[in-house]
């Protein structure tokens, strides 16, 4: 089996589990719409593994989890449509919204005008300091740490370490075997949270501890890092029209 079975295999198991912890999410947690990209833009997903999983990147940049106009379009981590079909080269399918969607958030798909600024800014940056999709997945891939969209009643966006860790505690688990399954298939020796949520999720996985360069399994060192979320709620990405931003990603990309 090769690297993209490998992930594509990987991704359906993680796929399964969040999907049987849908319900509890919903009747434990101010979550009132949990629902899984990775399962109805699973046509979506499986093409980014496909066309970009093999090319031998050694660097994780790791999410935390989709937001309502991304990945939850998409089925891709920072998953804006125009970085998905224009630059991630994604095909469009029609998928469908789940029954338990939020209103106020149906999924369009690769069709939907608006666009997730994260993954705007993201993508861009990734194309335009490597150059081609080739030459950027030979350097980094990116993955989400959790799959779902978790959306409170009014359709704010909800994140993992937010919602009740009992009940998020084993989903988050097993997202961290996930996680391991990923750097494992690919050879990753060092992974860079998109935020800091991300690495420490990323820690707990590796039992890192909380600080330093990283650590090292079944004989190969992983470095674990971080640099800004380009979330445009966050101060430093919006700093200098975002030229700081960019600044702190590449500082952190270069920084081997």
């Not at 790791?62 to 089925?75: H, S």
């Not at 961290?176 to 020796?189: N, P, S």
């Amino acid at each position: 089996m090769d690297t993209v079975d490998k992930l594509i295999k990987a991704a359906q198991q993680l796929s399964s589990i969040c999907d049987k912890s849908i319900t509890k999410i919903e009747r434990k947690t101010p979550v009132c719409h949990a629902t899984n990209p990775l399962d109805y833009a699973w046509a979506h997903h499986e093409q980014y593994l496909a066309k970009w999983g093999g090319l031998g990147a050694t660097t994780l940049l790791l999410g935390m989890n989709p937001g309502p106009w991304g990945m939850a379009q998409t089925g891709v981590p920072f998953g804006s449509t125009e970085m998905a079909r224009d630059k991630l080269a994604i095909e469009p399918h029609q998928l469908s919204t789940p029954v338990n969607a939020h209103p106020k958030r149906p999924i369009i798909g690769l069709a939907l005008e608006r666009q997730e600024v994260s993954g705007q800014r993201l993508w861009s940056l990734m194309f335009n300091h490597f150059g081609d999709g080739k030459a950027v997945f030979s350097n980094i891939f990116v993955v989400n740490h959790c799959p779902l969209l978790l959306l409170g009643e009014t359709g704010k966006n909800l994140t993992p370490d937010n919602l009740p860790s009992a009940v998020m505690k084993p989903i988050l688990e097993a997202c961290d075997e996930h996680l391991k399954q990923v750097v494992e298939i690919m050879g990753i020796t060092r992974i860079i949270g998109v935020g800091k949520y991300a690495e420490k999720r990323a820690r707990l996985a590796f039992d890192a501890g909380t600080s330093g360069d990283g650590v090292t399994k079944s004989g190969r060192t992983i470095a674990i890092t971080s640099c800004w979320h380009p979330s445009p709620a966050s101060p430093l990405a919006n700093r200098n029209d975002g030229a700081d931003w960019r600044a702190n990603v590449i500082s952190v990309l270069e920084n081997r």
